[in-house]
């Protein structure tokens, strides 16, 4: 029997490490609520992940017995690239301002980041435990809200004047206005973070302030459900008495991801954001029109639920904007373009459906609709200019289940709508009042005015006949559209807009460079011998549309990896912006157990770099390999490629380390 006696070096008192571990040239700083002592293991792996031994564990050499310190002291030393704060197991709360003052409430000081730099591939990063890991505002809603945050306001973390910033891996609870507040900072990342009762999860302030990426985390906004299904609308949105805006709850009027007056290149992607009142809210308000803002925003792979107002909502202006392979469940107005400047924008590949009506039956405001556009009535006289696009918007192959219009009203110019499949409710399969009938695609588009030309609608497929204005306009509207025709959705109440036979044929897409989208190059979906699908899915197939390209503007892009497609035998990178032409870059193919292939030259083709996989080895699947390849890009500006955020993480850049050759 193994028994431990008091000779037993394993039960001997170990010193502490110290409060900087040092792991080749990156330190991890640990934290802790209170800064006591701890026990933990890392991980030999690139990002150091670390564990905590199983409670009652016998300690191993891989365990670390370590000093921690409080949050803020933690956080008050990670000042190089690399650094990593790390949090253990723990609720952390801030440390006061003034305790000890009997004439002052106590109040949380926020931990501030000033002037840190870290870098995109290698940022200063504050990283928890996932669920075990608790941030606690412990603050509540104040008059000034939904006022937007700025930086005298409470968050949890402040970034001003940052960069390469990332913030990972934990819970949130009760951080009004927001969990993470960041001005005129860059190259920021928030993911993996769950968060409840707040008015934005993130926002970022300043024309200074870009390269945002908000992946995979989970937000909701209001942990009781009642702004979805109780509280009135308006008294969230708010409205005009005696020329003040009014709402008891207006402090809801918030969104996961929102800023104001930044440049742009924004990615949300893979995040989860339920019973709030938006989810994407963006706002232009003081920038010229040479540097309106907005720019380069990918939206993708989220899932919005129970949105009561918008789910995509840029203000003032938007350009270059990609929407695609979005679930929107339960949401109010989808996407609002009421008084949004800009234009190419891309919504394709989303799907969308219902299984309640917002608000209660007296709510007035639970309609709802897919496109929200600006009023007639709420244009300013001449001579300021219409606040409309004046580049195109594109929406094609989505799929919605409805129990609305797909825009009621308004103005709106350059919008082509085709490729789309819609179902719409009947009646007599809800509850009273939650499918109404007569709906269809538009209802009075334009207020009652004529037409405009550059708006066009058309093979669309419809589960009703084509009626109403959408009929009888001039120029012709759905003339080759499908009216009256089921989709073939297999389930679309519970989200399954799979087919159940094949798709009928759609318009082929061609997305002209510098015409219908910024890239130098044309984008074509499909051709008239071999036409696109009408809808999200070809079958049981996702539709597969155009990858992201950056619109050249400031601030100056990185090559970034949109886009990883893989054949047998051939295999292309494609990147967010053209790579410089000459350059010599290898790539070699490593499985997941670690067998390495031979090295294999690529071309470049733009801002694809190819590589062809004739006479690979059987051994290693292209599909599920790593592609290491031997040297970063240089764009034609001369920026390197980077991998933050990129598509597909098993492109990486480094040295291949062959634990064994695929012949």
């Given at each position: 029997m193994d028994v431990e006696g008091p000779d037993d070096p394993r039960c001997e008192e170990q010193a502490p490490a110290p409060v900087l571990h040092v792991v080749g040239n990156r330190r991890i700083i640990f934290a802790t609520p209170g800064g006591d002592i701890r026990t933990v293991r890392i991980a030999a792996t690139d990002d150091l992940a670390v564990t905590t031994?199983?409670?009652?564990?016998?300690?191993?050499?891989?365990?670390?017995?370590?000093?921690?310190?409080?949050?803020?002291?933690?956080?008050?030393?990670?000042?190089?690239?690399?650094?990593i704060v790390q949090l253990l197991a723990g609720r952390y709360w801030l440390p006061l301002a003034g305790p000890e003052d009997p004439d002052q409430p106590p109040w949380p000081k926020p931990i501030e980041l000033v002037g840190r730099r870290g870098d995109p591939d290698l940022p200063?990063?504050?990283?928890?435990?996932?669920?075990?890991?608790?941030?606690?505002?412990?603050?509540?809603?104040?008059?000034?809200?939904?006022?937007?945050?700025?930086?005298?306001?409470?968050?949890?973390?402040?970034?001003?004047?940052?960069?390469?910033?990332?913030?990972?891996?934990?819970?949130?609870?009760?951080?009004?206005?927001?969990?993470?507040?960041?001005?005129?900072?860059?190259?920021?990342?928030?993911?993996?973070?769950?968060?409840?009762?707040?008015?934005?999860?993130?926002?970022?302030?300043?024309?200074?302030?870009?390269?945002?990426?908000?992946e995979d985390n989970h937000w909701q906004q209001d942990p009781t459900g009642a702004l979805w299904d109780e509280i009135p609308w308006a008294e969230t949105h708010g409205f005009r008495t005696a020329g003040l805006r009014k709402g008891s709850y207006r402090y809801y009027n918030g969104a996961l991801f929102g800023s104001l007056d930044i440049a742009g290149s924004?990615?949300?992607?893979?995040?989860?954001?339920?019973?709030?009142?938006?989810?994407?809210?963006?706002?232009?308000r003081d920038l010229p029109d040479s540097e309106a803002g907005n720019r380069n925003v990918e939206i993708c792979d989220n899932r919005f639920e129970r949105i009561r107002d918008n789910p995509i909502e840029p203000e003032g202006h938007a350009l270059n904007w990609f929407v695609h392979d979005n679930q929107f469940v339960n949401c109010h107005a989808w996407f609002s373009l009421d008084g949004v400047r800009g234009g190419f924008l891309y919504i394709f590949g989303n799907v969308g459906w219902f299984t309640?009506?917002?608000?209660?039956?007296?709510?007035?405001?639970?309609?709802?609709?897919?496109?929200?556009?600006?009023?007639?009535?709420?244009?300013?006289?001449?001579?300021?200019?219409?606040?409309?696009?004046?580049?195109p918007i594109h929406v094609f192959n989505n799929s919605w289940f409805l129990r609305t219009w797909i825009a009621k009203s308004g103005l709106i110019r350059h919008f082509h709508h085709y490729n789309n499949a819609?179902?719409?409710?009947?009646?007599?399969?809800?509850?009273?009042?939650?499918?109404l009938p007569g709906r269809g695609i538009i209802e009075?588009?334009?207020?009652?005015?004529?037409?405009?030309?550059t708006v066009s609608f058309d093979h669309d497929l419809c589960s009703v006949e084509f009626a109403g204005q959408i009929a009888t306009v001039v120029p012709p509207q759905e003339s080759h559209g499908h009216g009256g025709s089921d989709p073939g959705f297999i389930d679309p109440r519970h989200g399954d807009f799979r087919l159940t036979g094949s798709p009928l044929p759609g318009r082929p897409i061609v997305l002209r460079a510098g015409q219908d989208w910024?890239?130098?190059?044309?984008?074509?979906?499909?051709?008239?011998?071999?036409?696109?699908?009408?809808?999200?899915?070809?079958?049981?197939?996702?539709?597969?549309?155009?990858?992201?390209?950056?619109?050249?503007a400031p601030p100056v892009e990185r090559?970034?990896?949109v886009r990883v497609e893989w054949a047998r035998e051939r295999l292309e990178v494609v990147f967010s912006v053209p790579l410089a032409p000459g350059q010599t870059i290898n790539a070699t193919l490593v499985t997941p157990d670690g067998l390495a292939g031979k090295p294999m030259a690529t071309h470049l083709d733009g801002r694809i770099m190819i590589c062809d996989l004739v006479g690979m080895p059987a051994a290693i699947d292209p599909a599920a390999a790593a592609v290491i390849l031997s040297d970063r890009p240089l764009g034609v500006n001369g920026s390197p490629a980077t991998l933050w955020g990129s598509a597909d993480p098993r492109v990486r850049f480094g040295i291949v380390v062959n634990l064994g050759m695929a012949c």
């Open positions: 031994p199983p409670p009652g564990t016998r300690p191993t050499e891989e365990d670390l017995i370590i000093q921690t310190l409080p949050l803020a002291d933690a956080v008050a030393l990670a000042d190089r690239p690399g650094d200063i990063t504050i990283r928890g435990l996932g669920h075990k890991t608790i941030l606690v505002g412990s603050n509540a809603v104040v008059p000034c809200y939904p006022h937007l945050p700025r930086r005298s306001h409470f968050s949890f973390f402040k970034l001003i004047d940052c960069e390469g910033i990332a913030i990972e891996a934990m819970s949130a609870e009760t951080c009004w206005p927001c969990l993470i507040y960041a001005e005129d900072s860059r190259w920021i990342t928030v993911r993996r973070v769950v968060a409840v009762d707040s008015l934005y999860l993130v926002f970022a302030r300043g024309s200074g302030s870009h390269h945002y990426l908000v924004v990615i949300v992607r893979g995040n989860h954001a339920r019973d709030a009142f938006n989810a994407i809210r963006m706002e232009v309640e009506r917002p608000g209660q039956i007296h709510d007035p405001n639970s309609g709802g609709k897919v496109f929200k556009f600006i009023d007639r009535a709420d244009l300013l006289a001449p001579p300021t200019p219409l606040p409309l696009p004046d580049q819609v179902q719409f409710c009947r009646p007599e399969d809800f509850p009273p009042c939650t499918c009075d588009l334009f207020d009652g005015g004529p037409w405009d030309p910024p890239d130098a190059r044309d984008w074509m979906g499909g051709t008239e011998t071999a036409p696109p699908p009408i809808g999200a899915f070809a079958g049981q197939d996702r539709f597969v549309g155009p990858p992201f390209v950056h619109l050249p090559p970034r990896i």
